[in-house]
């Protein structure tokens, strides 16, 4: 009887101190450390990497370029390089903001698989359970005064189908039916382009006074789509829809919802749609590369953050903040749902939304373009760097901010422009990052 007692103890001080261990393998926080080669990590490769950073300013490639990179949750590079404002000759810094464009896409999706998570929805429910005027009826044809035949959809749009971009809102065909509109209305303005003096950014509704991100989802509804759900890639405008369901599903405005459910518990306190005017002097200015060389693009979207009505927001772009904000995102991702002491997702929706490619093998991303749930997944056919793993994944902005995190590498890496036109220059940046850091 001792002897069975004994053993029952002795297994229960094995799985505690086994538990024990995977909860300190999990970072909550970001580590730093003094001496890099206590990690393997040459200096030499380091110094290589600020190197081509540095040249990318004085090559006048870049007006400037954050960067920042953890493994395993110790930061083993946070460095800034170039000028947030040339003219002026401000120095840029790792606390600078960025507009983050489409890197709000994925914010939004983990906010939305919480409903999931919350039993409110599953991803593949009919978006017409929720959103009943949804459209159910593909383009098939536009006629010359601007009417346009149709048919029934194969298949429904669902939830997954939104979060991996080939919903068909807005596709196809749709945007002959919609010229078409503008044309006998007199509109000389391309639906979703952002005026000056704008609330908020906007990227989807054709209104620029519109009050609401429901006002555009309302409207885009009134439209056939493109394709058959799942059949093909659209990007963008599906992750306004998922936003808007968001707020439907919840009850609450959607810039609610995702500071309640992602920000906060992960500490992004600066990550934001909006702000007070005294932030405006946080921003990045932008800049754009005209043949080989720098020059001012203008700082609407940057504007439109402070501005006084704060109402309007969209799921698929408007995020702003600085670097490390959006790296404590990453990292959630990479530990399998959490951080900063706070579980946003379950271990298994992080596994669902960034292993399994939801798109036909032949698509308009390209030759073995795939994307889960909110993020591109890579393969040996697409990627970046061919440093980069098989089970790595991301997305970046429209302005040049990149991401990836790459589980197999137990690393996230993260590169931030400010530039509507630039040099693609971010492969070699991971080529640097990989050898220096990598497996």
Aim: charged share 20%; proline share 5%; net charge positive.
């Amino acid at each position: 009887m001792q002897s069975k007692t004994l053993f029952f103890l002795l297994a229960v001080i094995v799985v505690s101190s086994t538990v024990s261990a995977q909860k300190v393998a999990t970072p909550q926080q970001f580590q730093s450390i003094a001496d890099l080669s206590a990690l393997n990590i040459q200096s030499n490769k380091v110094k290589s990497l600020d190197s081509l950073l540095q040249a990318f300013i004085d090559n006048k490639k870049l007006n400037c370029v954050a960067a920042f990179v953890a493994k395993g949750g110790t930061v083993v590079y946070k460095k800034a390089f170039g000028w947030k404002d040339l003219e002026n000759k401000v120095p840029s810094t790792v606390d600078d903001y960025y507009i983050l464009f489409s890197q709000t896409k994925a914010i939004t999706t983990v906010a939305f698989m919480t409903l999931v998570e919350k039993g409110l929805v599953s991803i593949n429910d009919p978006v017409s359970k929720f959103f009943p005027e949804i459209p159910d009826r593909v383009v098939t044809k536009v006629n010359e005064d601007g009417t346009y035949e149709t048919r029934p959809v194969k298949s429904p749009m669902t939830f997954a189908h939104l979060m991996s971009h080939a919903s068909g809102l807005n596709a196809g065909l749709v945007g002959e039916i919609r010229k078409a509109e503008r044309k006998k209305s007199g509109a000389s303005a391309q639906p979703g382009m952002q005026r000056k003096n704008t609330n908020g950014q906007r990227t989807a509704a054709g209104d620029n006074k519109a009050r609401y991100l429901k006002d555009g989802m309302l409207d885009l509804a009134k439209y056939p789509l493109g394709f058959d759900p799942g059949t093909e890639y659209n990007y963008h405008i599906s992750t306004n829809m998922l936003a808007y369901m968001i707020e439907r599903i919840s009850g609450k405005s959607l810039r609610e919802y995702v500071k309640e459910t992602v920000l906060t518990p992960l500490g992004m306190n600066q990550t934001d749609w909006y702000y007070e005017p005294e932030a405006l002097s946080k921003f990045v200015k932008a800049y754009s590369l005209v043949d080989g060389k720098l020059e001012p693009a203008s700082n609407m979207f940057s504007e439109a953050t402070v501005s006084k009505q704060q109402t309007y927001c969209e799921g698929a772009s408007g995020l702003n903040g600085p670097i490390e904000d959006y790296a404590k995102f990453c990292q959630m991702l990479l530990n399998k749902g959490e951080f900063n002491g706070h579980r946003i997702l379950k271990a298994e929706t992080v596994e669902l939304m960034t292993t399994i490619n939801r798109l036909p093998e032949k698509n308009a991303g390209g030759k073995g373009f795939q994307f889960g749930l909110g993020f591109e997944l890579y393969n040996e056919q697409k990627k970046p760097s061919p440093e980069v793993s098989n089970t790595a994944y991301a997305w970046g902005g429209m302005y040049g901010t990149q991401y990836i995190i790459d589980p197999a590498n137990n690393m996230i890496a993260l590169y931030y422009i400010n530039m509507p036109r630039n040099e693609w220059l971010y492969p070699d940046f991971l080529s640097k990052v990989y050898g220096a850091f990598g497996q």
